[in-house]
């Protein structure tokens, strides 16, 4: 599903990813973990170009990401990205935040749109808001508008860039739980997360990712039981 | 990325535009197609009465003794008549630049004229009279010695009150109104003015007196002015002519000029009170009717300038450089010279480089609306820096393309942060509309011009305008406050 190579990403002199190599597979969930400043977010954002690499490639199934030629917008469709601050469009409703993607850009019609997100919205259990405007929601509320307003557009890959890091303590679990239920029903995901718990019990892999490089890939139960890194050992003592 | 078709939205703005104004070249086609005659374009500032005023009691239409004249010639040789009002100082690059074909607006043949323009043979030889207070009664130019003297811009006036023996100043002022106001108030001794006008000038003001002052031999008179060249100087000479012979000319004069001691029956009711609204009875609606002017002008310009800014923001911030140069080069021209320049040069230079004959309302509309999208640009620019960068990566994120998000994110959240900034930029339109009454388009304060020489009182149709103008404003803001809510109901 997603095929990374060799991918670096530098700012000036300093470089943030230092050559990262991986695939994904279909319906894979993975969790990447590390230290600030390791890259974790500079990673995930380069798999749909929000940030762009400065070298390697990007294949998302058979397409070149990475490649000039690139249909980026197109191919974006089929990524959603879920923020640590949201982003939701403030000047409108939450409804409208869930059906302008698909109307405007894949052309379904309104009462479609409106029916698939009200579908959704009764997933995240946030039906009732849905003529409410973003500014009257809680943090935890947004995130879940946040999560539907990008499966609106029924994506194939869903990436989280630390969905919860920006949440009172009180709405961590619900947004961690409808991210589960994504989980469990197949989608290809990859978060970024300081949860431990919740990596270990809803990830089929982790990564742990340190000064810009992929230090170890492996199970959650091979990760936190048996770390193979000295860098990941002394991670996990500061964190758990 | 779809840049490229954002090209297509100025495009479409002045096609906009011009639509807006098809009305009334239909009109004109119209006419044109009935006439089969020629028509002749008459150049004339209606602010001069009895040669020239505009009769805004009634229809508004521009009558006076020039009119009278031009129409009896005009009929005689088997041309229509059109005319076309403008500013007095705007005549003669009108005549240059093929605008009219003729200018009659009480004009004197003199000789630093005539190196511009030709000249028909005089109709009219008006005497020089000096108007001043009650109480000071100068007779002679010789009695104005050492004093301040006044005379309006560009008449032949100025010359005979240069010739005031040793004269502290002499004061040049745009409109016979002003001058009144500077003679009540002591500013100028007296004023040298032709004899029809010091009449209407002393009926109306009857603190003020008139004195005639002799014959001036080197006086051209009032003559016809026509473009260098023309070929209708010959026709128009030879029925003055005739016009003088047979009486015609005389019988036109004595029914425009009215005689020094009774007033003319519908003058207007003379008042002693420095302000006194009862002498606007009948003007009110003309007013009135330069309000839709005024609005629509402003409407058509900050159209224009809102979306012109935007492109020109979206220009700046773009990233490619020949656009960003473009847009800063503009910004900074458009910023760094005089309003009433560009409002000159697009009214005039446009016939000549183009050979469109643009109308005036809309060189107005284009002149302020090129102008305000220099500011606008600026300040539309901050507005869109100040959304939060998550909300473009979000719509990014969506597949969302670039013109979609724009319009539709981030444009409406930068439009918010603005709004305050957008209003004030109208109410500066609104005030500043009052520029194009120079080109003479018939908005307020061209209007209360015109009021203002047709009474021959300097205050009240000023004050009039200016309520108009501030209600206007306090309309548009309280608008501006409930947009306002509408946008934040967001928040």
Not at chain 1, 171 to 180: Q, S
Not at chain 2, 411 to 416: E, G, I, S, T, Y
Not at chain 2, 422 to 431: D, P, Q
Request: proline share 5%.
């Amino acid at each position: 599903m997603i095929k990374v190579q060799q991918l670096t990403k530098s700012y000036g002199k300093q470089q943030v990813l230092k050559g990262i190599s991986t695939s994904v597979n279909k319906g894979e969930v993975v969790a990447i973990i590390g230290p600030s400043g390791s890259g974790k977010s500079t990673f995930l954002r380069c798999l749909n170009l929000l940030e762009v690499p400065t070298s390697g490639t990007i294949l998302i199934g058979d397409q070149e990401l990475t490649s000039p030629k690139a249909d980026v917008a197109s191919i974006r469709q089929h990524i959603g990205m879920v923020f640590q601050h949201f982003h939701l469009f403030p000047h409108m409703t939450v409804l409208e935040n869930i059906t302008f993607a698909p109307t405007q850009v894949k052309g379904i019609s309104q009462e479609e749109a409106k029916r698939k997100a009200m579908e959704l919205l009764t997933k995240v259990g946030l039906a009732d808001k849905a003529d409410s405007y973003p500014s009257k929601l809680s943090g935890g509320q947004k995130q879940r508008v946040a999560i539907a307003r990008s499966l609106a557009m029924e994506p194939e890959i869903m990436l989280f860039d630390e969905p919860t890091s920006a949440l009172d303590p009180e709405m961590v679990k619900e947004v961690l739980n409808v991210i589960k239920d994504l989980a469990d029903s197949g989608m290809t995901m990859l978060i970024v997360t300081h949860e431990m718990k919740f990596a270990r019990e809803a990830a089929d892999t982790i990564y742990f990712l340190d000064q810009g490089q992929l230090i170890e890939s492996a199970t959650p139960d091979q990760f936190f039981t048996n770390p193979q890194s000295e860098r990941a050992i002394r991670f996990l003592e500061q964190v758990l | 990325m779809n840049k490229q078709k954002l090209f297509y939205v100025p495009m479409i703005a002045l096609v906009l535009l011009f639509a807006l104004f098809s009305p009334m070249f239909s009109v004109y086609a119209q006419e044109a197609a009935e006439t089969p005659k020629k028509t002749l374009i008459m150049g004339t500032s209606p602010d001069f009465p009895p040669y020239e005023s505009v009769d805004a009691k009634n229809n508004g239409e521009i009558i006076g003794l020039d009119i009278d004249i031009a129409k009896t010639i005009l009929s005689e040789l088997g041309y229509e008549l059109q005319i076309q009002s403008m500013d007095f100082s705007g005549l003669i690059a009108a005549m240059q630049t093929g605008r009219v074909d003729f200018v009659m607006s009480g004009m004197s043949a003199t000789e630093e004229r005539k190196k511009s323009v030709d000249f028909s043979d005089p109709y009219y030889f008006a005497r020089n009279t000096i108007v001043s207070k009650a109480d000071n009664n100068y007779e002679t130019l010789e009695s104005l010695e050492g004093l301040v003297v006044g005379a309006q811009l560009g008449s032949v006036q100025e010359a005979v009150a240069n010739q005031v023996p040793n004269a502290s100043e002499v004061r040049k002022l745009n409109k016979i109104a002003d001058l009144i106001l500077e003679i009540n108030s002591n500013r100028i001794a007296a004023a040298i003015v032709e004899d029809a006008v010091a009449v209407e000038m002393t009926n109306a003001n009857p603190s003020l007196v008139m004195n005639f002052l002799p014959a001036d031999a080197n006086d051209g008179g009032y003559a016809i002015a026509f473009p260098k060249g023309s070929p209708y100087v010959e026709e128009f000479n030879t029925v003055i002519a005739d016009m003088k012979e047979s009486g015609k000319l005389d019988e036109l004069l004595q029914q425009w000029f009215p005689e020094p001691e009774p007033k003319k029956v519908d003058s207007v009711e003379s008042s002693k009170a420095l302000i006194d609204f009862s002498v606007l009875q009948g003007y009110v609606p003309y007013i009135l009717k330069g309000v839709g002017v005024t609005l629509l002008f402003t409407l058509v310009s900050a159209l224009l300038g809102l979306i012109l800014g935007s492109i020109l923001s979206l220009f700046k911030i773009s990233g490619i450089k020949p656009l960003k140069w473009f847009a800063t080069g503009y910004t900074s021209i458009f910023r760094g010279t005089p309003l009433l320049v560009q409002l000159t040069l697009i009214y005039y230079a446009t016939p000549q480089l183009t050979g469109y004959d643009i109308p005036p309302l809309l060189a107005a509309g284009l002149a302020f609306g090129l102008n305000s999208a220099a500011y606008l640009s600026e300040t539309i620019r901050a507005g869109i820096m100040a959304v939060d960068k998550g909300q473009q990566e979000a719509a990014m994120a969506l597949g969302i393309p670039y013109r979609k998000m724009m319009i539709s994110i981030i444009f409406p959240q930068a439009l918010r942060n603005i709004l305050p900034a957008l209003v004030n930029e109208c109410v500066a339109l609104i005030k500043e509309s009052s520029l194009v009454s120079i080109i003479g388009v018939a908005d307020l304060m061209r209007r209360a011009d015109i009021v203002r020489a047709d009474t021959f009182r300097a205050f009240e149709a000023l004050l009039l305008v200016a309520a108009i103008y501030y209600v206007l404003v306090l309309i548009l803001t309280s608008l501006a406050h409930m947009l306002e809510r509408r946008l934040r109901r967001g928040d």
